[in-house]
């Protein structure tokens, strides 16, 4: 199924992000990782791009088929196009096709100062250009509620954005952020704008303060002064910090879906410890909105 259907047949969708291990490291060792969030039947599951791999030994590809094949959910495929050409894309893209893995996320990925992009895409929007014609696929996008760290301002952004829908994205997914007034204002903004396709909030459950401070800098995702203090105050406690950062996003989550949002989409860590505690505490809600859509 593609997932722009489970926006028509759902009001609310919910998500979980895996990404792959290091190709230093075994593969099974997400394997169990998918085992126990499958058991939380999520809509679908997001796999990132496993950068580094051959076509061949493409770790998103075998992890996105586990997802589809093995436990029946759908898969959502990330591919990054940032030094990339067609061959290489179209290899890609043929050996998802051939493991029934028809969802993508489109994205351009991190640029590097060495690399040459003659020769490769520049942009998300002109990948999803290539892939739509190809036809077959659904297409989602990223966006970014406080707008793009190398973007000069929100609403160049959004513009920005508007090219990756008007080229053939088929749903959005954002970036994490951690004061939802910010996601409603984008959310205003975009709409505002024409963007008319379905946008998922984009939620990341912090345990540790050193990944939130890299997360922070490398995304400019703006701290709360209410998270500062739970991260101040349960530092060197791990298993407090676990806890208070579950609540935190919770919290953000159970606003997020009462104030009607497309879709919640859990950046998991591959920790399903987590996944499992923050979707046992909303199952009711979605539940609940899901059943006022019929």
């Known amino acids: 199924m593609f997932i722009k259907d489970l926006f028509k047949q759902k009001r ?4 979980f992000e895996i990404f792959p291990p290091k190709l230093t490291s075994p593969i099974d060792t997400v394997y169990k990782t998918i085992e126990e969030l499958a058991i939380l039947n999520p809509d679908y599951i997001s796999v990132t791009y496993g950068a580094g791999g051959s076509v061949n030994n493409n770790r998103t590809c075998e992890l996105s088929s586990l997802v589809k094949n093995k436990y029946g959910i759908e898969a959502l495929a990330h591919l990054t196009c940032i030094n990339s050409d067609e061959e290489k894309i179209t290899k890609i893209v043929d050996s998802l096709n051939k493991n029934n893995v028809k969802n993508i996320l489109a994205l351009r990925g991190d640029v590097n100062g060495e690399q040459n992009l003659e020769d490769s895409y520049k942009y998300a929007y002109q990948l999803i250009e290539y892939l739509k ?15 793009h760290i190398q973007s000069d301002n929100i609403d160049k952004d959004i513009m920005h954005l508007k090219n990756k829908v008007d080229a053939g994205a088929d749903f959005l997914i954002s970036q994490l952020f951690f004061d939802n007034s910010l996601y409603y204002n ?3 903004k975009a709409y505002k704008k024409g963007i008319n396709v379905p946008i998922q909030a984009g939620i990341m459950p912090v345990t540790n303060k050193k990944q939130i401070e890299r997360i ?11 998270f ?9 406690n791990p298993e407090a910090l676990r806890d208070a950062g579950i609540a ?3 919290e953000q989550i159970v606003d997020l879906v009462s104030s009607g949002v497309n879709g919640i989409h859990l950046y998991t860590m591959n920790n399903p410890y987590i996944a499992n505690k923050i979707t046992t505490s909303i199952s009711s809600l979605i539940n609940h909105i899901n059943k006022e859509a019929i």
């Open 12 to 15: 609310l969708v919910y998500s």
């Open 133 to 147: 014609e190809r036809g077959n696929v659904c297409l989602g996008a990223a966006c970014y509620p406080e707008g």
């Open 186 to 188: 984008f959310l205003d």
């Open 216 to 226: 922070a800098s490398l995304s400019g995702a703006y701290l709360p002064e209410k």
């Open 228 to 236: 500062i203090k739970i991260m101040d105050k349960y530092e060197y």
């Open 248 to 250: 935190y996003a919770t």
